[in-house]
């Protein structure tokens, strides 16, 4: 079945502990991103990848890390996890740019930073 | 830059009747739109992708519509069902290869 899959699904953790999310889709997309959910706010752009090995800012990229080793994952990163990144994180894929391509979304991630 | 919105925030429609929801958009220049369904602390679902050439897609009983001129995109929801309770978001490509979204349309079905 052609998905994106995250992991964890739930995750609390202590302010100041690492943690990595991890993402990984079995569609050879090139395309992958990292999303926040928050209420009000609605979805924000973290980080995405055009491709292996080629990461960008999205809207809100502070305190955040991602690195694209292999085409088909795409780990988010927390280094010093804080109360305000409390929040709910999607992973989602999409073929190439520029094309005509929609976008698959993985499950969800609901993190709180205690 | 480009900016999403989708109006009303929340709508609550009794079981049986037809709807339709809304979305604009600022900017025409766009490759695609998108409909996504969400249920509570859930995924989303991909419900329809309308390209820029095209007018409309249709899926079972759901009809979207997409007028770049105007910058309008609408989801009509045929003979509802208390199933399809959920938000529903928009999103749109840009030509930057960005997808921006809407913050939703939260439905409730009345049974």
């Known amino acids: 079945e052609a998905q994106v899959t995250q992991n964890p699904r739930y995750l609390i953790t202590v302010t100041g502990k690492k943690l990595t999310v991890t993402c990984s889709q079995n569609?050879?997309?090139?395309?992958m991103s990292w999303y926040r959910q928050d209420p009000g706010l609605g979805l924000r752009q973290i980080y995405y990848?055009?491709?292996?090995?080629?990461?960008d800012k999205g809207d809100v990229p502070e305190g955040y890390k991602v690195s694209r080793k292999e085409k088909r994952n795409f780990p988010l990163i927390l280094e010093s996890p804080s109360p305000n990144q409390t929040s709910l994180y999607f992973c989602?894929?999409?073929f190439g740019l520029g094309t005509g391509w929609g976008y698959t979304f993985g499950s969800g991630t609901r993190l709180t930073v205690v | 830059k480009q900016e999403v919105t989708q109006i009303p925030a929340a709508l609550s429609v009794p079981e049986g009747e037809n709807l339709v929801l809304n979305c604009s958009f600022t900017?025409?220049?766009?490759?695609?739109l998108q409909w996504f369904r969400q249920d509570p602390g859930k995924g989303l679902t991909s419900l329809l992708l309308?390209?820029?050439?095209?007018r409309e897609q249709t899926s079972g009983r759901l009809n979207a519509s997409l007028d770049k001129s105007s910058g309008r995109s609408t989801l009509y929801i045929a003979a509802s069902q208390p199933g399809d309770s959920a938000t529903y978001l928009c999103?749109?490509?840009?030509?930057?290869?960005?997808?921006?979204f809407g913050k939703g349309t939260r439905l409730h079905i009345l049974p």
């Open positions: 990848s055009m491709n292996v090995e080629v990461t």
């Open positions: 999103a749109v490509k840009d030509r930057d290869d960005k997808i921006i």
């Open positions: 989602a894929s999409s």
């Open positions: 569609m050879n997309h090139e395309y």
């Open positions: 900017d025409s220049a766009i490759y695609n």
């Open positions: 309308i390209q820029s050439s095209q």
